[in-house]
């Protein structure tokens, strides 16, 4: 039987934020970047701050299976998983923190029966925090009160997607082509939720591959935020897909 986690979000939150305390002097410092098997980057900073996120869930939820990305990249990831489990990404957008771009995120998401019920999200270089409470999405600031987030309604002829860095100028004119925006706007990680949520842009679709632990908390937050992502065929976007090692299709973030 799952646990009863009802609304834990703000408690993700606040772990999230514990663990951009942690990373943030780590940013900009010149901190050695290692290359893992699968020839992605991996710093101090990725591995202090899950250190710190696992034991924080541990304490707080006893029992609940965890896969964290620094983890799986050196033991694995598990040929099965429950209901219920927490994705955890401790540095995403790894190499927009190592070219000192702000750009990156600590990431929590609960996945119960495939899909993400809570998350939180958040940015340490701009001290900015994405989460779910009371079936809603939420954004605060060191010392600010939560403010509710919403996605706003697709503006014709001025829609703005979120693409990657690396994305080439043919790429993007086709899938402007096919999704029918109008402005593109490069950005890393899974901030590009957490932006669409707030209502300052409309679409990120994502034809490249992408991991579980990179998307669950943004995709938890984006659709308590009334957004929503879905599979290329339409379908809902979901996780716990142990038998592909935890790897992502294509999918289509968007707002309301």
């Known amino acids: 039987m799952p646990v009863d986690l009802t609304d834990v979000g703000p408690i993700l939150a606040d772990i999230c934020e514990e663990a951009a305390r942690l990373v943030l ?41 965890v896969i964290s990305e620094e983890d799986a990249s050196e033991f694995g990831t598990p040929d099965a998983i429950g209901r219920q489990f927490f994705l955890v990404d401790p540095v995403d957008g790894t190499k927009a923190f190592v070219r000192g771009d702000p750009n990156f995120t600590v990431n929590i998401a ?24 009371d079936g809603s999405a939420f954004k605060r600031s060191t010392g600010s009160v939560a403010v509710q987030i919403a996605a706003r309604a697709w503006p014709p002829g001025a829609a703005i997607a979120l693409v990657s860095h690396t994305m080439k100028p043919e790429t993007v004119q086709a ?82």
């Open 25 to 65: 002097p780590l940013w900009k410092s010149g901190l050695t970047v290692h290359t893992k098997a699968d020839e992605s980057p991996v710093t101090e900073a990725d591995q202090r701050g899950e250190a710190l996120i696992l034991e924080r869930l541990a304490a707080a939820f006893p029992g609940v299976p």
């Open 110 to 133: 609960l996945v119960e029966d495939g899909l993400p019920i809570a998350g939180a999200v958040t940015a340490p270089a701009t001290d900015e925090t994405w989460f779910t409470r």
């Open 175 to 256: 899938l402007a082509d096919r999704y029918g925006f109008a402005t593109p706007r490069p950005m890393d990680s899974s901030i590009k939720f957490c932006r669409i949520a707030e209502g300052s842009a409309d679409i990120y679709p994502r034809h490249g591959p992408t991991m579980e632990w990179d998307i669950a908390a943004g995709h938890a937050v984006l659709a308590k935020a009334g957004g929503s992502v879905v599979a290329e065929d339409g379908s809902d976007f979901v996780y716990g897909k142990a038998e592909k090692a935890f790897r992502n299709g294509w999918f289509i973030a968007r707002g309301a």
